[in-house]
Structures are given as structure tokens and as C-alpha cells.
């Protein structure tokens, strides 16, 4: 589809119940629907008086502000706190258009992300590097094909700029883990966040992982360390710590790659504290070959045992994890 036809069907969408993409979503065989959200609408949204809302928003600690429209831009996205870290790339402000998004619309100016995307503060710069390329080949295929689609646009230099930079983020724990066999009913809205419905219903956790904004006012303003709660099976974090640290029988200890503390070694990128619905989706694209190439190879040995519960179990407790 051309950039005209987007703009025609954006437009179109936007009224619609029934469609869920603008751009084509990429199948992750076996990962489970909660961990690779479809784009929603937004059941709470008075569409149009909010989009040409030109009132200003703040958040507790910063003199700037923007309105919802500026935060949304994505070739433009809010930094609230610039001196909290080294001077921003433009790539990661403002994109490169027409095809590249500012890296820090989805990953945020912390790199902290959100569970629909992925933390990239602190990785590796090589690691990160790795996997551009891995987007940019098809080598790694990305949920959402946003990464599949604007790696491709990028240079090398760039690529590795980007990398550099967000490299130099300290990492926050931004994942708040709680352990229960009920949880809210939710939804997914038109930024494949998931999100609370209305009116408030229970419902049976199930063999399932549910990440919502701890504080969704403040993550709509795409808040730097914006905080998320992460409802896990009773019992998942103990079980994941056993398969994490001893391979549970059924696989090789992580922490012989990923560093006794799981912090990243010269083999394998940091693992822990990341968003849980993240990890799965992962683990289920080694599994499922979707994320393949050199390194890859050394993952797929790892999950191949490992049953639908063991991955979320691994996950829930990795999500649990302090940062550093
Ligand atoms: C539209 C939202 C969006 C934008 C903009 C975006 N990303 Fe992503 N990014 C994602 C999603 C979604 C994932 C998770 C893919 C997955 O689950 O496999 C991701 C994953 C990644 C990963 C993999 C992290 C890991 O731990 O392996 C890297 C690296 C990355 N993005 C870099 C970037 C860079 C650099 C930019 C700017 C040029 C950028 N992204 C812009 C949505 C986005
Ligand atoms: C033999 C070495 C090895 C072992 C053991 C290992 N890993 Fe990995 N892991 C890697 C490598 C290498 C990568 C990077 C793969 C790539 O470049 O795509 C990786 C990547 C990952 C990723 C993706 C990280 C991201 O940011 O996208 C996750 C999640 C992961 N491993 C989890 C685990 C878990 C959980 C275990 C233990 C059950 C484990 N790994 C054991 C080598 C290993």
C-alpha cells in the first residue's frame, strides 16, 4: 500500500469496530494472543474532540509541556526530562521520515518502553545493532512489523548511533509483579496497549500474563518511567526461578549465558526485569523460528523443551527481577 492509500485507510479505521491493522501484523506460530496484541480501537475515546485537543499536559518533575498531539507525534516525540540523559540522536526524537518513527515514541526518551514494545535501555550496543539487522534481513520477525518495516530504512552508521545511545540509559524497574488467580477483564486499545474495561469485571487469570498501566493517565504522556502491573499465575515465580537458575531438568540454566546475574554476558544480552509478555513473545519466536540467524541458534536448543507454562513461568519470574 502507498504512503496516499495509508493516509486514505488511517482515516478509515478510525470510525471502524471491526478492522485492527494498519499495517500488517507478523505471526509468531504457538505465542499466545495476550502476548502479541492486535491493534484495538479505543472503547473510551471521544475521537475527535481529544485529537484537536491543543491543551497542555505536564507531569510531576518537569517544566515542559505538551498536548496529547505533540505527545502522539510520532516524528516528534515529548522528552520530558533532557537532562536525564546524553543528547538525544534525531533519529530517536524525530525519526527519519517517511518511514522511521522516533525511536522514543514506543521505547520512550528512558528506554524503558512498554510491554507491547520492548525495554532497549542499557542493552548492549552490539547486541542492539545485532538485532537491526536482524529486523532489516527478516531473520527476526517483530509482532507488530513496525521494527521489520523501518530497520530497512536505516544506515548502518545510524543503526549503530541509535545503538550507542541507547546503550548509555541506566534501566529502571518498571514492572510491578503480582501473583493471582483473578484478574481484571481488559482490553486492547488502538496502541495494542492493554488496558482495564469498563464496567470492572473478574475474570480467571488462566494460564495467562495481563500487563496493564500501573497509572494509565501518565503512560498516555508517555511518562519516562512509566510503571506497569504485571498479573501472573500463583506459584510462576517460584517455578521460573527453578527453570531460570538450574534448567529445571528440562533445559540449560540461563545464567550460564546471560551472567549469574542474568545482568548480560559477551554470549547473551540482559534478561532480567524485562516486561514479561516481551519475554514470551520471544521465547515463542525462537521456538517457532521467527527469530533464527547465528546467536539465535544458541536459543533454540533452550526453549525447545520447555511446555506453554514453563515459558510464562520463566517469564513471570525474570519480570520480577530488580534491574541491577
Ligand atoms: C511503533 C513503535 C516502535 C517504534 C517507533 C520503534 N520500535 Fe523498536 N520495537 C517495537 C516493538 C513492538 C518491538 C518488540 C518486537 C518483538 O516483540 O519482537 C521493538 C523492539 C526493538 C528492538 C529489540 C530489543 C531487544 O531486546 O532485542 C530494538 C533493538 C528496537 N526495537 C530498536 C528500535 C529503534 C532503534 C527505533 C528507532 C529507529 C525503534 N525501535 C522504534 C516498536 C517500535
Ligand atoms: C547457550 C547460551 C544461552 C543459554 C543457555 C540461554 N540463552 Fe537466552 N540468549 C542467548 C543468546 C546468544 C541470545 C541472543 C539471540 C539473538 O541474537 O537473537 C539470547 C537471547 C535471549 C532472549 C531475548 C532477549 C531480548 O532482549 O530480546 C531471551 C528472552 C532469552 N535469551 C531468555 C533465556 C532464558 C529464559 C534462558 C534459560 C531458560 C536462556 N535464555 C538461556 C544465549 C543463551
Known amino acids: 500500500m502507498n504512503n496516499r492509500a495509508n493516509k486514505m485507510y488511517a482515516g478509515l479505521i478510525i470510525s471502524s469496530l471491526t478492522v485492527s491493522s494498519l499495517y500488517a501484523d507478523n505471526v509468531i506460530k504457538g505465542a499466545p494472543y495476550w502476548s502479541t496484541p492486535t491493534r484495538g480501537v479505543n472503547l473510551e475515546s471521544k475521537k475527535t474532540a481529544k485529537d ?52 522514543a515514541s514506543c521505547h520512550l526518551a528512558s528506554g524503558s518502553g512498554h510491554p507491547e514494545s520492548a525495554r532497549l535501555a542499557g542493552l548492549d550496543s552490539l547486541y542492539l545493532q545485532s538485532q537491526m539487522k536482524a529486523f532489516t534481513d527478516g531473520s527476526r520477525l517483530d ?23 541507547f546503550s548509555t540509559l541506566t534501566p529502571q524497574k518498571v514492572t510491578k509483579v503480582v501473583e493471582t488467580d483473578q484478574v481484571l477483564k481488559t482490553y486492547v ?34 511518562h519516562p518511567d512509566s510503571t506497569f502491573i504485571s498479573y501472573v499465575p500463583i506459584g510462576s515465580i517460584d517455578r521460573g526461578r527453578n527453570l531460570v537458575t538450574t534448567g529445571g531438568g528440562k533445559t540449560i540454566a540461563c545464567t550460564g549465558c546471560h551472567g549469574t546475574d542474568l545482568n548480560g554476558s559477551s554470549i547473551g544480552p540482559a534478561i532480567r526485569g524485562s516486561f514479561a509478555s516481551y519475554t514470551v513473545r520471544q521465547l515463542y519466536g525462537f521456538k517457532a523460528n521467527s527469530r533464527k540467524g547465528e546467536q539465535a541458534a544458541m536459543m533454540q536448543t533452550v526453549v525447545n523443551g520447555l511446555t506453554d507454562k514453563d515459558i510464562i513461568d520463566i517469564s513471570a519470574y525474570l519480570t520480577s527481577l530488580p534491574v541491577n
Open 143 to 165: 509482532y507488530s512489523g513496525h521494527m521489520n518495516r523501518m530497520s530497512k530504512a536505516l544506515s548502518t552508521a545510524e543503526i549503530k548511533e541509535v545503538s550507542d545511545w
Open 189 to 222: 486499545d488502538e496502541t495494542r496497549m492493554r488496558r482495564v474495561a469498563k464496567p470492572y469485571v473478574m475474570e480467571a487469570m488462566g494460564n495467562r500474563i495481563i500487563e496493564i498501566p500501573d497509572n494509565l493517565a501518565e503512560v498516555k504522556k508517555r
Open 52 to 103: 484537536n485537543d491543543e491543551s497542555l499536559l505536564g507531569i510531576v518533575g518537569s517544566s515542559l509541556r505538551y498536548s496529547k498531539m505533540q505527545i502522539d507525534d510520532k516524528f516528534n516525540a515529548p522528552d520530558w526530562f533532557p537532562n536525564q540523559h546524553d543528547k538525544m540522536p534525531m533519529i530517536v526524537k524525530s525519526g527519519k521520515a517517511p518511514k522511521v518513527w522516533a525511536c
